[in-house]
């Protein structure tokens, strides 16, 4: 591991320029949906407050999620590099995946005394590249894709289509995750679980009026269909 | 009152306003993003002088291209009718757009009147506020991981980090539910307008893995698109009822 020691602390300095960047991006979207707030009153205070409490709450579940394969990462390409990659779009499993074809392209295995510092450069270059295209794509569509939308909202007579497209593209994405993620039988037991969670703190919100217990709605939800899912998957096993 | 300024209507605003700030931001950390990936291997290569050939390099490139172009090109696109513009920009920087990004969204604009609206600025304010929140508090938690690491996972018995695999089935309940919901808290009547989108998209992917495998990156595009496409024979049969109704 003479390589990934060696290099770490350079790579924590550029992860740490490059997770600036992801900072900035969401304080300046922040700044400018606060700005129009204030223009136009949409929300107030105490909504803000449940919005900013929701977003909070809701990643917890996903991001413990990542911690395993995070720390496998850790154990092969150091702690810096890792910081980088998974702060910065990487999904943590798609980023073990690039380090090891990067690896595996040059025939290194890692841990091995062969994953020279070499090696440990060529590997975070290979995840580096692996997301880069996305900085370049991203901006071209959604420039397009906004544009597009104006000219089609244009004809005032009619309704839009957008809400049709916006409905179709959601379910569409949807339907096409759960042909992966619920083809194991114990995952609709997960499924099932949170979707009842769900519906109960849905219709309890509707009838009560109390706010607060939606932006805690994805974290128990999740707490709940985990649980239960974990249970039954040891007492059949 | 300002002028005719506040005379526009939401959707103007929206369109002649919002949206170009929307890009400002994107762009702009987009391309300062880019720089940053490229930095390290420029640094370590030719300025502290590491040696990597070329030809290893373009290996990797060709390698991970060959099975990434269609994520590159295809998932903006699908994420964008969903997340919009800034939505879109804080899920291919910050990441982990389905994991965190889109129930997140989801559940902050399923409470507004015009949370179908994606025209309407108030709908992705509400998105971002809450998208804001779920970064700073990701890099959180990632900072606090990677710093303790191996520590933490010594302490968590196996069977707590087996649940974690449960996270995504749990999330896609939550999406369907959230985005199925009217703002009263019904649920089954939008979710029977939904249903025809959710098959179509689960059959696409379905078609992608078992009958045209050599489309298989570009499967989560093929899905959405034939959604849009099935959303368009209905909306063309609503408008003609709409029209045989004057």
């Not at chain 1, 998974?86 to 690039?98: K, R």
Request: with cysteine; charged share 10%; aromatic share 10%.
């Amino acid at each position: 591991m003479g390589a990934v020691r060696n290099l770490n602390g350079e790579m924590w300095m550029f992860a740490s320029l490059l997770i600036i960047v992801v900072v900035l991006q969401a304080v300046w979207f922040l700044r400018l949906a606060l700005k129009y707030n204030k223009k136009y009153n949409y929300f107030s205070k105490e909504d803000v407050g449940h919005l900013l409490k929701l977003g909070a709450t809701s990643v917890i579940g996903p991001a413990f999620s990542v911690v395993v394969v995070a720390i496998s990462l850790i154990a092969l390409v150091g702690s810096g590099l890792t910081f980088m990659r998974v702060g910065v779009i990487g999904a943590a499993s798609y980023e073990m995946m690039i380090a090891t074809i990067a690896s595996e392209t040059i025939g290194v295995q890692f841990g091995t005394p062969e994953f020279t510092e070499s090696v440990l450069v060529l590997c975070g270059f290979g995840m580096a590249f692996a997301s880069i295209p996305y900085f370049i794509s991203t901006p071209i569509e959604l420039v397009l894709f906004d544009k597009a939308s104006r000219q089609v909202g244009k004809d005032k007579n009619k309704p839009s289509f957008m809400p049709y497209l916006g409905n179709a593209a959601m379910m569409g994405l949807m339907g096409s995750f759960a042909l992966s993620y619920l083809s194991k039988p114990i995952n609709w037991v997960a499924f099932i679980t949170a979707g009842a969670v769900v519906i109960g703190i849905v219709k309890y919100t509707a009838k009560s009026g109390k706010k607060g217990l939606m932006d805690w709605c994805i974290t128990i939800a999740m707490l709940c269909g985990m649980a239960v899912a974990q249970v039954v998957s040891m007492m059949m096993a | 009152m300002e002028n005719n300024k506040n005379n526009l209507t939401p959707h103007e605003e929206f369109h002649q306003n919002f949206v170009p700030e929307v890009h400002k931001i994107g762009i702009t950390t987009m391309v300062l993003a880019l720089i940053l990936s490229v930095l390290p291997t420029v640094y370590f290569v030719f300025i502290k002088g590491i040696e990597v050939p070329l030809s290893a390099f373009l290996a990797v490139v060709a390698a991970i291209a060959s099975f990434a172009i269609g994520m590159w090109l295809s998932e903006p696109a699908a994420f964008w009718p969903v997340l919009g513009s800034a939505g879109t920009y804080f899920a291919f920087l910050a990441g982990n757009a389905s994991s965190m990004r889109l129930p997140v969204a989801l559940t902050a604009r399923s409470s507004l009147d015009e949370s179908n609206d994606m025209e309407h600025p108030k709908v992705h304010i509400a998105m971002i506020i809450a998208l804001f929140a779920s970064v700073v508090v990701n890099l959180a938690i990632l900072l606090t991981i990677v710093l303790i690491g191996d520590g933490l996972i010594a302490i968590l018995p196996d069977s707590v980090l087996a649940a974690f695999g449960f996270v995504m089935p749990c999330l896609l309940a939550n999406n369907i539910i959230m985005r199925s919901k009217d703002k009263d808290g019904h649920i089954v009547p939008g979710f029977i307008k939904l249903l025809p989108y959710l098959i179509s998209g689960l059959a696409a992917q379905w078609l992608v893995k078992n009958v045209f495998t050599s489309l298989s990156s570009y499967g989560t595009l093929i899905a959405v698109v034939l959604s849009i496409a099935v959303a368009y024979v209905i909306y063309q049969q609503d408008l003609a009822k709409q029209q045989a109704g004057k």
